[in-house]
């Protein structure tokens, strides 16, 4: 009799230990918040466990193959009035965000396509996109359907753009681009995650998606006549882009204490990780892979004519790839080198290349893209 008293209050013990974790709405960023992030350089040791309560995570040492760090300012925009704040996205793009007691949500997107370059759109998401809700507990589900579009006029359409698409833009007077998101989430577990030496208490938040993207144009009096499988045929590379995508799933790991998300990791169709981001505290560099921002590359000139210079500074020794592409992700070329002492010139014959916009990246021997800028040739 004594042993199952002894046991049920270790039962009963273990239990008071992994109570419920509730989120409020103290996690949705504010102004003059900072995030800080790191992209995971492996998801070897990420166990995402299955679905349930007082789940335990342990994810490990996390090394930063490069670094993220995303600024929350008040929102001050003539197009998204209902915006509360703004964040920067990516280094083109700004996200817009309402905020109330409840949710977290972003209504609008501003900045700039790879593919029209110099058109700087303001595209607004409706209904407006849940990021974080509150309160948030165990078991929770949702599901959203949103969409933003982006109509670009005629002048705005660059010349690589038609030769790219050919026939299906020609005597085109707009492209009018559509992105419908279909959206499941569910509050799958919680538990403690141990991160960096660090422990959290987290809610786990799983989300599926698909998206929906179509392309039109409209030509004179006529109504947009959809072209998305015209383009698909054509060029093959957008595919991965225009039209509807399979889906994606993404767990996000909350906490009360925390701004940013602890760990966000995605996954294959199988269910295992292949890329995380985490909350960056004493994050340190991999093993022979420089970050994002000790690779500094100058190129002149851009825009170039003939033949351009990269100037590459900040490299470790080893093996590297410079690869140019269009704007769609076509290689043009890849050029391979190896630095002396930690730099390294490599000139690039564009001679042959139509006026456009056009990307470069920089791979280290493991893969690793330690930086993805943008080249101009003109004639």
């Known amino acids: 009799m004594l042993k199952i008293f002894t046991h049920l209050l270790l039962l009963f013990g273990t239990m008071s230990a992994f109570a419920q974790v509730t989120l409020t709405n103290a996690y949705f960023p504010a102004a003059g918040d900072t995030l800080h992030y790191g992209v995971a350089d492996s998801t070897f040791s990420v166990d995402l466990l299955t679905a349930g309560a007082a789940r335990q995570w342990d994810f490990g040492t996390q090394s930063a193959a490069s670094t993220r760090t995303r600024v929350v300012e008040m929102a001050s925009?003539?197009?998204?009035?209902?915006?509360?704040?703004?964040?920067?996205?990516?280094?083109?793009?700004?996200?817009?965000?309402?905020?109330?007691?409840?949710?977290?949500?972003?209504?609008?997107?501003?900045?700039?396509?790879?593919?029209?370059?110099?058109?700087?759109?303001?595209?607004?998401?409706?209904?407006?996109?849940?990021?974080?809700?509150?309160?948030?507990?165990?078991?929770?589900?949702?599901?959203?359907i949103t969409s933003n579009v982006l109509t670009v006029p005629r002048d705005s359409i660059p010349d690589e753009a038609f030769q790219l698409?050919?026939?299906?833009?020609?005597?085109?007077?707009?492209?009018?681009?559509?992105?419908?998101?279909?959206?499941?989430?569910?509050?799958?577990?919680?538990?403690?995650?141990?991160?960096?030496?660090?422990?959290?208490?987290?809610?786990?938040?799983?989300?599926?998606?698909?998206?929906?993207?179509?392309?039109?144009?409209?030509?004179?009096?006529?109504?947009?006549?959809?072209?998305t499988a015209l383009v698909r045929a054509q060029v093959p590379e957008t595919a991965n882009f225009f039209g509807s995508q399979d889906p994606t799933t993404t767990y996000y790991f909350w906490s009360n204490s925390e701004k940013e998300s602890v760990a966000t990791v995605t996954t294959d169709e199988s269910g295992t990780p292949t890329g995380m981001t985490f909350i960056r505290g004493d994050a340190t560099n991999s093993v022979g892979g420089p970050y994002l921002a000790q690779a500094q590359v100058k190129v002149y000139p851009n825009p170039a004519r003939g033949r351009t210079t990269f100037e590459v500074e900040g490299l470790d020794p080893g093996n590297y790839t410079l690869t140019l592409t269009n704007v769609l992700g076509r290689k043009i070329s890849a050029t391979h080198f190896r630095p002396s002492g930690n730099q390294a010139v490599v000139p690039l014959d564009v001679s042959g290349l139509p006026r456009g916009a056009y990307l470069y990246s920089l791979t280290n021997e493991r893969g690793r893209i330690l930086t993805t800028r943008r080249l101009l040739v003109g004639r």
Do not use: H
């Open 77 to 144: 925009d003539t197009t998204f009035t209902d915006a509360t704040l703004a964040v920067e996205i990516d280094g083109t793009t700004t996200g817009f965000y309402r905020v109330t007691e409840s949710v977290y949500e972003l209504i609008g997107v501003r900045g700039s396509l790879q593919l029209f370059p110099g058109y700087r759109f303001a595209a607004p998401v409706s209904p407006g996109r849940a990021i974080r809700r509150a309160p948030l507990n165990y078991g929770d589900q949702f599901s959203s």
């Open 165 to 227: 698409v050919g026939d299906a833009l020609n005597n085109v007077d707009s492209i009018r681009i559509t992105s419908v998101s279909n959206r499941i989430d569910e509050v799958d577990a919680y538990g403690t995650l141990t991160l960096n030496g660090q422990t959290y208490e987290v809610l786990r938040e799983r989300r599926t998606e698909t998206v929906n993207t179509t392309i039109e144009v409209k030509t004179g009096f006529l109504s947009y006549i959809d072209v």
